[in-house]
């Protein structure tokens, strides 16, 4: 599998794995694929995928096998190119004879033969537009020659609309007039190509059968390449019709063609086809499967008549067989000129195509300039003839087989619809090609299934669950998720498909009853329970009548896949290692839906609705990428939803968790429409406010300060406005590179604040590290202090430090260190480290020490604590609503009733105070802590009951 990701499909791989869609197939018999467990257990899958629809007798079928040995015993030629090739033109008799008679027509078809569907349809668009373009080089040469008897003796009769056509004057010359009408004529006849198509078609993924695919994401990449294709609703069809001859007006060109009349020239307008082709498949199968209604049918039909265009029948998958018949187009009654075949033509063996041209749609030429290398091989021909042929033996036996089989699909299919009409959609199909739609889930109660629908990938995960947990093969349609397709063989039995279906009915429960769990389940290799559990809300959700006053957005990530049970209750049948992969392997796409909002009110009546979006990837995997540099595409994601937030009126944007750094404190956002803030300010101080209410028993100036990450934007400033009240501190930074100079750079700067403020501005001294190196300043001689900083060799706090360590060396100021073992004997630690889990141990910790952990995830473990009843754990910045609004409790994590997290309530106060530029943006400073704890006490909103604990 690691070859193919590196080397084939890398993407694609990643995606197959998280759907449980990687299985590797040693072996294929009739109706079954085969693979091997981690057991080396051969496991057999009842494929009703088909290849797509190329297996219509199942795989390696033997009723050709014996054939094909046959050919390759007999050294049949394959590649004898540019020679008179007899097994394709015994096939292409037989087809001719079959299409006749299919579509009851009198006159014969020509044959082009390729190795794919996509190349059949490729050619048949040359083909047309050879033909068109062959009627245009006649018309050309019609203008050229009625131009050229325009001269100096030529009465030239010119109407308004023609003089302001081809920008001429009243009085233009034989010359003027014969130049602009041979520009204007020529532009007309230089004008693209149009192909008209259907909604939700499919026609390949070559360069101009991908433009004349309906789904954007196989064309929009090539819209540069201006290829004109007008995709046809089914009621712009009608439109045309209606229109008549005015449809042709519309859709086909025409010029100025100059006519003697009367000893005059006059100039009439020429109508050309301007559309090379009309385009249709009988049963649209990667767009949804959508059998051609008779509306449609009669549409095409008609319009066909009006533009005078061909008609192009894509069967690729629809015909040979799949649908009862050589081409379906003949069963709705499709009056195509083009007929295009593959897929089960080769039988499951042979890759084989075939463009079927009506003899008189064809212009002669277009067989020099088309070949392939592998079209017509003797092969691929045979087998294709012998595929047929039994196809049509004994009376169509297969062919009326495939018809009744189609039937049972229908009847079943439709009763299961009935059974679950709020989860099932529509059943569409015929003969052997059908498709079941499913409701979208995006209103689901289960969160997980919201995300499903906005990734589009609800048909993806049920193939996912009908193939590792029923060993049932299907997929979606290409351009249509929500529907998942089936195309078996015609050998299959009544019993495979009551098992399907039944299997399919637990689906269907699995969705109505918002149980997640059990469709993920056995993706991630865990059996089901027999029966989904229900887990619909049997809550009344907020209802809020009117509007909120302003909004407010946050983007927040998983602390730890296990915190997936909270957001998902049916998510809590699996194991911590079974939710990590989960995550894991489904971070192949990272969209998700916001949660909906809650309302947040301040104190004086103007409220907030606070809208979560959320990035299901959890700290562990975002250190990972913070390790590698690897943040392209996480910042890609939180631009994302901070352009989704504007779009709904947000006025402001937290950075939660980590969000923050993979944005440098936001300073990497690129879009400045929006107010950006981490909450960084308002974390800072609440935290102090709670350490502060913990510690005023105590005299903090004969206790020691530790803050685990004192390098980072919280923990610099935790120290900057803690760090000079307590006797003395350490900081404590990573072992990463740069640490320690970031360290040291907190540590001058603190100095530099302590000299400013009590030195310079003589603020008043508690005691304490202020005061001690005030003390120690007042000794050191001016001249000292002064030469060292003019000469710029060093900062203000710099020199304080090279001046303290000097002359103080036995004594603690403040300590920097890269290890944690240097907390042992500090009396209050701060911990602001960023770490995707636990690293802190007791053992470490001083007795009836307090510690604040405002890290989330905590730097702390509730098991270690609870061994350790001596310390107090401070889990800050938790702030109190004013009036107990709530987050939604599947995403409270650590918060209980009426909480928030302090970088949340920093951003909905912003918002309350109208505050549209960014706040807490880059590194924050003392001054922003004090402005958002003023605005915070204006608001009501405040400290938390401290809690010992982290079970809120």
């Known amino acids: 599998m690691e070859n193919y990701a590196r080397f084939c499909k890398p993407l694609l791989t990643s995606a197959l794995v998280s759907i449980g869609l990687d299985k590797i197939y040693h072996r294929a018999s009739g109706n079954f694929l085969y693979y091997k467990d981690e057991q080396d257990q051969e496991i057999p899958v009842l494929d009703l995928l088909g290849g797509y629809g190329a297996t219509l007798l199942g795989h390696n079928s033997l009723l ?13 030629p394959v590649h004898n190119q540019f020679s008179i090739r007899k097994p394709a033109a015994v096939l292409a008799e037989r087809l001719n004879e079959l299409l006749k008679e299919e579509t009851a027509t009198s006159g014969d078809f020509v044959f082009c033969f390729t190795s794919t569907g996509a190349e059949s349809m490729e050619v048949a ?30 009465v030239i009769v010119l109407t308004d609309e023609q003089c302001q056509q081809l920008q001429l004057e009243e009085k233009a010359s034989a010359q003027d007039i014969q130049r602009a009408l041979t520009a204007f004529n020529q532009s007309r006849l230089d004008s693209k190509p149009t192909f008209l198509a259907l909604e939700h078609a499919f026609h390949g993924k070559m360069i101009v059968t991908a433009n004349c695919t309906h789904g ?17 609703s089914t009621e712009k069809l009608s439109e045309f019709v209606e229109m008549g001859e005015k449809a042709n007006d519309i859709l086909n060109g025409w010029l100025w063609l100059p006519q003697e009349e009367n000893d005059r020239i006059i100039l009439t307008k020429k109508k050309f086809r301007t559309v090379a082709a009309l385009l249709i498949e009988p049963v649209q199968g990667e767009g949804g499967v959508y059998p051609l209604s008779a509306e449609q049918v009669s549409g095409v039909n008609q319009l066909k008549q009006i533009i005078r265009c061909p008609i192009i029948a894509d069967e690729v998958q629809a015909g040979s067989g799949r649908c009862g018949f050589l081409v379906a187009s003949s069963d709705v009654g499709i009056h195509a000129d083009y007929y295009v075949l593959s897929k089960a033509l080769g039988g499951g063996y042979a890759k084989i195509g075939v463009v079927a041209i009506r003899q008189e749609s064809f212009t002669p030429g277009f067989d020099l300039i088309q070949s392939s290398t592998f079209g017509e091989d003797d092969f691929s021909c045979r087998v294709a003839l012998d595929y ?22 229908k009847v079943r299919l ?33 969160y997980i299934l919201q995300n499903i629908a906005v990734q589009g990938s609800l048909g993806y995960v049920i193939s996912g669950y009908l ?63 027999s029966t989904p559990a229900d887990y619909r809300s049997r809550e009344v959700g907020q209802q809020n009548g009117s509007s909120a006053n302003y909004k407010a957005a946050f983007i927040n990530h998983l602390i730890s896949a296990d915190w997936l049970r909270e957001v998902d209750p ?28 809650a309302r947040i009110s301040s104190v004086n009546g103007q409220s907030v609705d606070f809208t979560l979006y959320p990035i299901p990837v959890t700290s562990k995997m975002i250190k990972a990428a913070l390790a590698q540099n690897d943040l392209a595409r996480l910042r890609h994601e939180i631009d994302v939803r901070i352009a989704q937030a504007v779009e709904s009126g947000n006025t402001v944007v937290g950075l939660g968790m980590f969000t923050s750094i993979i944005t440098n404190n936001g300073k990497s956002v690129k879009n400045n429409q929006i107010g950006i803030t981490t909450g960084n300010a308002l974390t800072v101080g609440i935290g102090i406010e709670a350490l502060q209410r913990s510690t005023s028993h105590r005299d903090i100036t004969q206790m020691r300060l530790a803050v685990i990450g004192g390098a980072g934007n919280i923990g610099r400033v935790y120290a900057e406005i803690l760090g000079p009240q307590y006797q003395e501190m350490v900081l404590i930074g990573s072992n990463n590179q740069g640490s320690v100079r970031k360290l040291n750079e907190v540590k001058y700067h603190i100095y530099q604040y302590i000299y400013e403020q009590f030195i310079v501005n003589k603020q008043q001294l508690m005691g304490g590290l202020a005061q001690r190196i005030v003390d120690c300043l007042a000794l050191m001689p001016d001249d000292d202090f002064i030469s060292q900083f003019n000469e710029g060799k060093t900062s203000i706090g710099e020199a304080i430090d090279h001046y303290l360590v000097q002359h103080y060396p036995d004594q603690i100021f403040i300590h920097i260190s890269q290890s944690i073992s240097d907390i042992e004997h500090s009396d209050v630690i701060v911990c602001a480290a960023n770490a995707s889990e636990a690293f802190i141990s007791v053992d470490q910790i001083k007795r009836d020490a307090i510690v604040c952990d405002i890290s989330v995830p905590h730097n702390l473990s509730d098991d270690d604590l609870r061994t350790r009843p001596d310390i107090k754990i401070l889990r800050g910045g938790i702030v109190q609503t004013p009036h107990h609004d709530s987050l939604d409790p599947r995403v409270r994590a650590y918060l209980g009733e009426g909480q928030l997290y302090a970088c949340m309530t920093e951003t909905i106060l912003l918002a309350l105070e109208q505050h549209k530029d960014n706040f807490s943006y880059g590194n924050i400073s003392t001054h922003q802590v004090l402005d958002i704890m003023a605005i915070a006490r204006k608001h009501h909103f405040t400290l938390s009951d401290i809690k010992e604990n982290s079970s809120l």
Not at 70 to 75: P, S, V
Not at 468 to 489: D, K, L, Q, T, Y
């Open 64 to 76: 050709i096998r014996e054939r094909i040995k046959h050919y390759l015993d007999e050294e049949i």
């Open 125 to 154: 668009l040359k083909s047309v537009e050879f033909t068109r373009n062959a009627e245009l080089v006649a018309l050309e040469q019609e203008v050229a020659q009625a131009t050229a008897k325009i001269n100096g003796e030529s």
């Open 216 to 232: 954007t994401m196989y064309r929009d990449y090539l819209k540069r390449l201006k290829i004109n294709t007008y995709f046809l």
């Open 388 to 409: 047929i042929n039994l196809l049509h033996a004994d009376q169509r036996q297969l062919l009326k087989q495939v018809t009744q089989l189609g039937e049972e699909f």
């Open 414 to 446: 439709h009763a299961l619809k009935e059974d679950y009409p709020d989860i099932i959609r529509d059943v569409r199909g015929k003969g052997l090609i059908w498709g079941v739609e499913f409701h979208d889930v995006d209103d689901s109660d289960s």
């Open 467 to 529: 193939l590792c947990g029923s060993h049932i093969r299907v997929a979606p349609s290409g351009s249509a998720s929500n529907v998942i397709r089936m195309e078996p063989s015609v050998f299959l039995e009544l019993r495979d498909i009551v098992r399907f279906v039944d299997e399919l009915a637990k689906v269907c429960l699995a969705i109505r009853h918002a149980n997640a769990g059990f469709i993920v389940a056995p993706i991630l290799g865990k059996l089901n329970q």
């Open 570 to 597: 049916s998510f809590s049948i699996f194991s911590d290692e079974e939710l990590e992969s989960f995550v894991e392997s489904t971070s192949f796409n990272l969209a998700t839906k916001p949660f909906k909002p």
